[in-house]
């Protein structure tokens, strides 16, 4: 088993969290059984993440976790950037930190299962990227979000494109 510092950790938590958001601001009913399974998805990745290490360690990583979060999502929540919106934004800034081979995750892990139900074709995430001002502003936003992250220590080895 690989040794992650506490960085990486909190770097595999990121986009948990982020997505946990999309899910959390985006679904009407969060008893729907597609959001039930979204973020069950989600909270497995968490627990993925975590494992191997001491309890009080999981419980600190979780914490600095959400408070990084918290910090970079302010913006987007007082800008009330609409959920699909912000759903395009972590599309774009998870594909950029996986072309860069910096956010790898297992084809059919619960990260790759959450992600491909809230990108789905059917979905108004896709919709919105065939909007090109508004699939531009994404990608503008994505490109801010990781100078965001990276101001804060994570993800620095990323070249913003």
């Given at each position: 088993?690989?040794?992650?510092?506490?960085?990486?950790?909190v770097?595999?938590?990121?986009?948990v969290?982020?997505?946990?958001?999309?899910?959390h601001?985006?679904?009407?009913?969060?008893?729907d059984p597609?959001?039930?399974?979204?973020?069950?998805w989600?909270?497995?990745a968490?627990?993925?993440?975590l494992a191997?290490?001491?309890?009080?360690?999981q419980?600190?990583l979780?914490?600095?976790?959400?408070?990084?979060?918290d910090?970079?999502i302010?913006?987007?929540?007082?800008?009330?950037?609409s959920c699909?919106k912000?759903?395009?934004?972590?599309?774009?800034?998870l594909?950029?930190?996986?072309?860069?081979?910096?956010?790898?995750?297992?084809?059919?892990?619960?990260f790759?299962?959450?992600?491909?139900?809230?990108?789905?074709?059917?979905?108004?995430?896709?919709?919105?990227?065939?909007?090109?001002?508004?699939?531009?502003?994404?990608?503008?936003?994505?490109?801010r979000?990781?100078?965001?992250?990276?101001?804060?220590?994570?993800?620095r080895e990323?070249?913003p494109?």
């Amino acid at each position: 088993m690989a040794y992650h510092t506490d960085r990486h950790i909190v770097q595999a938590l990121l986009p948990v969290r982020l997505l946990l958001s999309v899910v959390h601001y985006g679904v009407a009913d969060r008893t729907d059984p597609e959001a039930v399974q979204v973020t069950a998805w989600l909270k497995a990745a968490e627990v993925e993440a975590l494992a191997g290490r001491p309890q009080a360690d999981q419980v600190k990583l979780a914490r600095r976790s959400w408070a990084v979060y918290d910090v970079v999502i302010k913006p987007y929540l007082a800008d009330q950037t609409s959920c699909a919106k912000f759903a395009l934004i972590v599309f774009y800034l998870l594909a950029e930190l996986h072309v860069q081979e910096i956010y790898l995750f297992v084809e059919g892990s619960a990260f790759d299962q959450a992600q491909a139900a809230i990108y789905s074709e059917q979905g108004s995430v896709v919709e919105l990227a065939n909007a090109p001002a508004l699939d531009q502003s994404a990608q503008k936003q994505a490109r801010r979000l990781l100078r965001d992250l990276q101001g804060h220590g994570y993800f620095r080895e990323a070249v913003p494109a």
